[in-house]
């Protein structure tokens, strides 16, 4: 079994010694106090040396910095405000995304008959995205303590949203098909739904000591999150009645190029939204050192040097030099 160690003050060990040597009668020599006395300094003296010992392998106190004032968070601490903070960076944020454009053109071969395979038309196809909009939330996230950092993996997910599009298309016909197809040109908003997902922004959390108090300078590089989109039905079959309206070689037309599967094939490769670095705000965390003390009904002004910051897997040490300032001239 681990032994523990509890830290008793000597006046308290002191206080004890006398009160068991008067209640143990008059009879008691001063010379037997002395030895009550000797032997119980001794035994303090060896529970402080056993204490050290115990603090000096424990988990908690490795690679502590030196200092004359030392600070020592617990890492489940500093988790549980670092979660708070990270999480509170995508508290139900929104993106939008507008001005985006894709363009398709190719040409449609068809057989016919005897004559082979034959081009029978080309399209030009534009595709302006006015609007894309969707809304983000996070998870608590994973921290790994240790190398002077903390690394975060926070999940972020992307709720739902809205898509607003308008597709305009150019059918020309060629060959034979021109006599009976013709050509066509036609514009068709659509409409449609941002698809549920989830990532994981991979950052790194960078503590630094400065003005008495530890700061969080976030970096999250070059992140970016995909956005993908669904069509609606209805968009969908209306498309693809652009150039359902004819039969014969323009039949043949439609099967060739399809639109609806032209703009579902865009938006499955989806939007990539990349988050500014300048999104993640540096974070202060509640630690600051006092630079006045009382002293005889006055206050002692001091100079505090922070010296060094060190995350360890069991604690975030604070570490700073601090003397008394010389009164003003």
């Known amino acids: ?181 013709g050509d066509l040109a036609a514009k068709q908003p659509v409409r449609g739904t941002v698809r549920p997902s989830r990532h994981i922004a991979i950052g790194e959390l960078h503590l630094s000591a400065r003005d008495g108090a530890v700061l969080v300078d976030p970096e999250f590089p070059a992140l970016a999150i995909r956005v993908f989109a669904d069509p609606s039905e209805a968009s969908v079959a209306t498309l693809d009645s652009l150039l359902a309206t004819k039969g014969g070689l323009c039949g043949i037309a439609v099967e060739k190029v399809r639109v609806s599967d032209l703009l579902v094939a865009r938006v499955e490769r989806g939007f990539l939204v990349r988050i500014p670095q300048k999104f993640f705000r540096p974070v202060r965390l509640p630690i600051v050192l006092e630079r006045t003390v009382p002293s005889g009904g006055r206050e002692l002004k001091l100079e505090v040097s922070p010296r060094d910051l060190v995350v360890t897997p069991a604690a975030v040490w604070l570490a700073a030099d601090v003397r008394i300032a010389p009164p003003p001239p």
């Open 1 to 181: 079994m681990r032994r523990r160690w509890v830290w008793i003050p000597a006046s308290v060990i002191a206080g004890v010694a006398v009160l068991l040597l008067l209640s143990a009668g008059p009879e008691q020599s001063p010379a037997s106090v002395e030895r009550e006395i000797a032997r119980l300094t001794h035994e303090r003296d060896s529970l402080r040396t056993l204490v050290w010992a115990e603090a000096e392998a424990s988990p908690l106190f490795a690679r502590r910095p030196a200092g004359d004032v030392l600070v020592g968070l617990p890492t489940p601490f500093v988790d549980a405000l670092v979660q708070d903070i990270v999480t509170g960076w995508f508290d139900d944020v929104e993106i939008t995304l507008r001005g985006l454009r894709f363009h398709k053109a190719g040409d449609v071969r068809a057989r016919l008959g005897a004559l082979g395979r034959r081009r029978i038309g080309s399209y030009d196809m534009d595709i302006a995205f006015e609007e894309i909009r969707g809304r983000l939330t996070a998870s608590a996230p994973a921290l790994n303590f240790g190398g002077d950092l903390i690394k975060v993996a926070l999940p972020v997910q992307v709720t739902g949203g809205s898509v607003q599009a308008t597709i305009a298309i150019d059918w020309d016909s060629k060959g034979l098909a021109n006599a009976v197809c």
